[in-house]
């Protein structure tokens, strides 16, 4: 254990048991973060792709993925900078459907999510499949908003946030992983909150 | 489709825990302070780039945060300026608590994006104590002779709230006021006409303040034809 800070006591002695090591609830809040300029995406526009490592590319529009079955998170997200939001319910539809319909092959191992701005995040294959990992449009029962990653953004609620690309135009299966945008500026490739897999190194 | 974002720098420097005694405290304007910090075994930083600060309670409890840099590289000390934040965990306690010899942990640097390359040109947009990556950055190029490269606009309520206010109006920023005239410009938010003179092409912009200065800021530079491309964001939040 690091030596105390002098006459620091901390203020949340009860600690929530959903809050990973160094986070804190940031309550009613959800703090905006990006690297980039927030696109204007209207829903038209938008279509999201799976390739790479697959058997069949697919490119749903915004209509085609609201045919598909439609899949919600109620749960908590952790973000690298020290947040998190308990309680928070997002609708969309489960990646797996779409990873379904376009048949990752036997060689993909990894996953590089991409943004309309050119975002970039990787993720093993096993992190966004078996119900971990969603493509949502809805917060709270309302449409996501732009600085939220509107009008559809990857969920991976059990790693940081980052993870969970805003503005997701497409999912690229690899077979070797390749370093995400904040993985090549010093953050972690997996982000395991639990581990506090924040740095490169961690 | 847009070009992926890569890295902001090659081979950003970046340093794990130290242990970092405070040689300095100082509280220039209200509600925030100015720390100098003898760090050991410091990885020199580039301008641009963050440490987090990370308080431990006498039962191993911690809390950590991130604050930006506002020394330059060639600094024997590292100076860390933080906004102190009424219900923030850690930085009451960096405003209220902490004086000189105090030990606290570091780690640092962190960060490619965000950061300067010390040869680019570049426009500076802060709100507010959004500007701290940014007097880094100012530093940088001064010791380095290079101060044509950055041009520098700081968007702030009064001037008296402004941190690092004399350095920065020495180095050339514009500094406007949203709460007050300053000489014949009106009070105001940042304008077009603000940005116009400022911008060159070639210049990466970066955007440094709360997260509804950014976005305003960035939609106005977009409404300037400033491409997104070019453009790199930094926001901070109620987050302290």
Redesign the interface.
Known sequence: ????????????RD?DPRLP??Q?D?GA?W?????????RITPETWSITVDGQVEQPTTWSWDDVHRLPPSEYRGDIHCV???SKFDTRFSGVSVDTLLDAARPTAEAQFVMA?S?????TNLPLADVTGGRAWLVWDFDGRPLTP?HGGPVRLLVPHLYFWKSAKWI??LTLLRRDQPG??E???YHDRGDPWRQQR???D | MTEPLGPGVADAPTGGWRTATVAGVRRPVARSVQLRLDVADRVAHLPGQHYVVRLTAPDGYTAQRSYSVASAPGDPLLELFVERLDDGEVSTHLADVVEPGDVLEVRGPIGGWFVWDTGSPALLVAGGSGVVPFVSMLRTARALGRTELLRTVVSVRTVDLLPYADELLAAGALVVTTREPRGIRPAGRLTAADLVPLWEPGQTVYVCGSASFAGAATRLLETLGIPAAGIRVEQFGPSG
């Open positions: 254990m690091p030596t105390p800070t002098r006459g620091f006591l901390g203020r949340r600690r090591p160094g804190y940031v809040d703090p905006v973060l990006t690297a980039e300029p927030t696109p900078t020290t947040w991409t309309k701005t050119g975002y970039t600085e135009s497409k945008f904040w090549q500026n010093g740095y490169q190194g």
